[in-house]
Structure formats: C-alpha cells, structure tokens
C-alpha cells in the first residue's frame, strides 16, 4: 500500500506494512495549544477563523487526534503570542496516528517539501484516494483489521491530503497507471467517484497528473513505485516502499537515479492533457 498508512496509497502506506500507533506527543501537543487558547480567552469557534482552519479541524488537533500542519502551527504561534512553545513542541511530534513507524520520518519531510513527484504501479497514491477508495483497499489487504483500524488509518491517510492547500502551494506531479483505474477497486460508484477526484486534482494548478496507458513498449518503471521530493533547502530525498517496509533513500547518487527514472517515465506517460481526455473516457464508460 502506500502511505504509510499500511496499505495501498503508492510510497506513502497507511497501515499495510507496519501497525500504527496512537500517539502520546500528539495528544501532549494538543493540550498545549488548548491551553494557550484559554489563557487567550479565545474559544475553539473564535480561534479557528484566525488559524485559517475548520472547528472540527482544531477540536481535532486539540484532541490529539489529527496531526497538526506547518501553517496551522505557525498561525497558532503568533495568534496565541506562545513564545515558540507550540514550534518547540511541533518538532517532537514524532509519531503519527494511523501511520506505519516506517513512513513517519518520510511523511514529516513531505509536510515541508515545496515539490513532490510520484509513480505509482500498485494502487492509486493516498494523496488521490478518495474515502471509498481508500477503505476498500484498507480492507482488502491482510491481516483483517477491526472498525476501529480501518477508520484509523483511512483517516490518516485522508488526512494528509491538506498538502494540497498548504502555502506556500507544493509542486505535485503524479505518473499512475491506467491499469489501476481500470481494476475498478471497489465497484463502479468508488471508481466513478475516484475517476472525479482525479479529475479534480488534475485541475489544480500546482498538480500535474499523467496516466501510463495500458500498453506501453518502453517504461522506466519496471523497478517498482518510487516517490521523491525537494525540500525548502533544495535537498532532494527519494522513498521506495515494499511489503512489510519502506526505505527512505539520502544518497545523492541513488535519488539521481531516481531522478532519472522519473523523469523518463514523464516522458513515456500520456501528456496531462491527454492524461485528462483519458481519464473522461474512463468515466464516461463507468
């Protein structure tokens, strides 16, 4: 899986490979920023609209049960006057709810990455997952797992899809095969549902989505998914992904190889325009 969330999600796997574990810095970090909420006087309803953030979103965080953003941490900061206490704390949030151990130091990267690029084989990357898509594939992988997990690790993976309103906007590009669309994970209303998520992320302005077509003689990708990304310093950091683990790859020379891979596949995969003409045939046909 993919997402360090354990299953499925294309180098970011939410559950599959590795359990998740429930988070006491999280928990910790919440009732920090709840408490200097109060010292503000500041109630959840007036604090959110100054954090750019939902109700829910802060109850969320505050409770230990979502993982707080860069921006909502940086807003809080200042709109709380917290003395560097919740940048202090953020920096300790080394664990994640729903997130495979394995994944975690990845995920922390992809929080600060300005860009992002992901080829995916297996299953539709967790970024592009919609909740249908990403329960069926949570459950379809072994070992069964309760409501309990599958909401859990569902929710993490879904959670993470707010890179894709952070500001400073992160660069995407996203190469997945149309093999994937194809297996119809799920049923026919996931996939027409999953068919306009894609639609819809293929219309932002900072994410490029190209399909690999059915039938393609030369393909760069036979190694298996890969992901890579650069950071703010302009450090590049590459993450590959196997059955019970993940690998997060520093190497100059091996994210260069990396690089490199991705960079043909660009080449081999339909164009984003095409990509999108594709993609509405798909739907078309659902």
């Not at 999600?9 to 559950?15: F, I, R, S, V």
């Not at 920090?32 to 939902?54: D, I, N």
């Not at 997130?99 to 967790?126: D, H, I, K, M, N």
């Not at 190209?210 to 992901?227: C, K, R, S, Y």
Request: hydrophobic share 40%.
């Amino acid at each position: 899986m993919s997402d360090g969330t354990g299953g499925a999600g294309g180098a970011e796997a939410l559950c599959g490979g590795g359990e998740p574990e429930r988070s006491d810095s999280l928990r910790t970090f919440g009732e920090v920023v709840k408490a200097f909420r109060k010292r503000a006087g500041l109630t959840q309803e007036e604090f959110a609209p100054q954090v750019r953030y939902s109700v829910p979103t802060v109850a969320s965080i505050e409770q230990g049960r979502r993982f707080p953003p860069l921006d909502f941490v940086e807003r809080a900061e200042e709109v709380l006057d917290a003395f560097g206490a919740l940048r202090g704390a953020a920096r300790h949030l080394s664990r994640q709810p729903g997130l495979a151990s394995w994944f975690r130091q990845w995920a922390r990267f992809e929080a600060e990455a300005v860009s992002l690029y992901t080829y995916e084989c297996r299953v539709v990357p967790g970024l592009l997952q919609t909740e249908g898509y990403a329960r069926a594939v949570t459950v379809s992988v072994p070992p069964v797992k309760d409501d309990e997990q599958v909401n859990q690790q569902v929710a993490a993976r879904l959670g993470r899809q707010e890179l894709f309103q952070r500001r400073p906007p992160i660069s995407f590009s996203f190469i997945i095969e149309q093999a994937l669309i194809e297996r119809g994970t799920g049923g026919p209303d996931v996939t027409r549902l999953l068919v306009d998520n894609l639609l819809a992320r293929a219309d932002q302005f900072n994410v490029e989505l190209q399909i690999m077509p059915l039938q393609q003689v030369d393909h760069a990708g036979f190694d298996g998914p890969l992901q890579v990304l650069e950071t703010a310093e302009h450090r590049w950091f590459g993450y590959a992904e196997g059955q019970r683990g993940g690998l997060l790859i520093s190497d100059s020379k091996e994210v260069s190889i990396m690089l490199q891979r991705y960079a043909r596949l660009r080449s081999q995969a339909l164009n984003p325009v095409d990509s999108v003409g594709l993609l509405k045939r798909m739907r078309g046909s659902l």
